[in-house]
């Protein structure tokens, strides 16, 4: 087992997430009479009566063994599984947020699909880019998440804007014009110095065109640009700088924005906010949805001594991710499908998914384009340049130039 790394690779996961037993009767290479499985995942909200861990139980009675489950928080989760791989005692199945794939996949902690003989060909192929490094793929994803624009049809109609007029910047920018002119509030979003400001700015980022390799491009200057123009004209409020994406859907809750930059996970939330809403792709720059990242957990299968696991191990991850049971899964914890059969199955039992399952469809993962490792390094000198921006203490330029240094170092 290689665990090159994995003492860098805690330090990376700190920065990538501001979203047991393993050892059987002793290496038998095509056998093991392993009878209880470890299933590790990152949803401790969810007890024994849960849809989840019931799915999970029987996963592993279809596989003929017992499923021992534990549900940790996602940053505990992962330092987790990094130390019980330096220990020699990893899980059996771990779930793991799709950037952290790549962390823990370089430090040898994970088996690809290919190992595992796991069957990804169904997988939307952007979706399945998150788990991949170097030619090879390490695990499936469970399902997705991402973002789109909630907007408020009370506050649309009294600035006479129709949302379906909105396909690029220059028209969400005269909505937003519009809508200031109505004594309204234009739009909210979450430009905290964390990741979770790096995962809102990047629709726009990449809606430019711009890629996550050249933060000082032309393009990448122009998204900061529109989000700092923003400001400046009072057509987004200064909170941003301190909004977590939780705050910046409450100021959207309270009734007086436009719009709000979230997610699918705010489906239940805004079904409760009292006035009636709508949701639209964020645009690209020129038209078109923008690339959005890619939120949501591969179910991944960890290296272990032995290897006579591997079989069963299959059928548990085969089983967590089978067409049969993902309209289930993914209802439970609100993400879109991985694969376009099951999605289709979503949308037809609510319509209102039709928009991010397009969302999903034209989103990445961050640690795509063979990124892995190296996409903290980038994220966070890319949201050290936002919140100097939007703060008035770089123009656009010079933040994304000072960014761009830093990244390359």
Do not use: H
């Not at 996963?59 to 017992?66: E, F, H, I, M, Y």
């Not at 040898?108 to 090879?136: C, F, R, Y």
């Not at 376009?340 to 319509?351: L, Y």
């Amino acid at each position: 087992m290689n665990i090159r790394g994995l003492g860098a690779a805690l330090a990376v996961t700190a920065c990538l997430l501001t979203a047991c037993s393993s050892g059987g009767d002793g290496g038998d290479a095509t056998s093991s009479k392993a009878t209880e499985y470890t299933i590790w995942d990152p949803y401790p909200q969810f007890d024994d009566s849960s849809d989840w861990v019931k799915l999970l139980t029987k996963c592993g009675t279809d596989a003929g063994v017992t499923v021992k489950r534990t549900g940790y928080d996602t940053t505990d989760l992962t330092n987790k599984a990094l130390l019980a791989a330096q220990q020699g005692n990893s899980p059996d199945v771990l779930i793991v947020d799709n950037p952290v794939v790549s962390t823990l996949a370089e430090a040898g902690v994970l088996t690809t699909t290919e190992d595992m003989k796991i069957d990804t060909t169904a997988v939307s192929p952007n979706l399945l880019a998150a788990g991949q490094q170097g030619g090879k793929t390490y695990g499936i994803p469970i399902g997705a998440n991402t973002l789109a624009l909630y907007y408020n049809k009370k506050v649309l109609d009294a600035a006479k804007v129709d949302p379906a007029t909105i396909k690029d910047w220059a028209s969400l920018t005269a909505a937003l014009t519009k809508v200031k002119a109505a004594g309204k509030k234009g739009i909210t979003f979450s430009a905290i110095g964390t990741e979770e400001g790096s995962f809102q700015f990047l629709p726009w980022f990449w809606g430019s065109g711009a890629n996550l390799t050249q933060l000082d491009s032309a393009q990448g200057v122009a998204a900061l640009t529109l989000w700092t123009d923003w400001l400046k004209n009072g057509y987004a409020p200064n909170s941003v700088l301190n909004n977590t994406q939780t705050t910046s859907w409450q100021e959207f809750a309270a009734g007086d924005f436009a719009f709000s930059e979230n997610g699918t996970w705010q489906l239940a939330n805004a079904k409760k906010t009292g006035f009636e809403y709508g949701i639209i792709p964020i645009p690209s720059q020129a038209g078109g949805t923008a690339p959005a990242p890619t939120g949501g957990e591969f179910v991944t299968a960890p290296v272990q001594s032995d290897t006579g696991k591997y079989p069963t191990t299959q059928k548990i991850v085969s089983c967590l991710t089978s067409a049969d049971n993902a309209l289930t899964t993914d209802t439970t914890l609100s993400y879109v499908a991985a694969t376009d059969a099951v999605q289709q199955k979503q949308v037809a039992a609510t319509p209102e998914l039709k928009v991010w399952v397009e969302a999903v469809k034209a989103a990445k993962g961050r640690t795509s384009d063979d990124l892995g490792t190296k996409y903290p390094k980038i994220s966070q000198p890319m949201w050290g340049a936002f919140q100097a921006a939007l703060s008035g203490s770089k123009n656009p330029q010079q933040a994304m130039t000072d960014a761009q240094a830093a990244a390359g170092k």
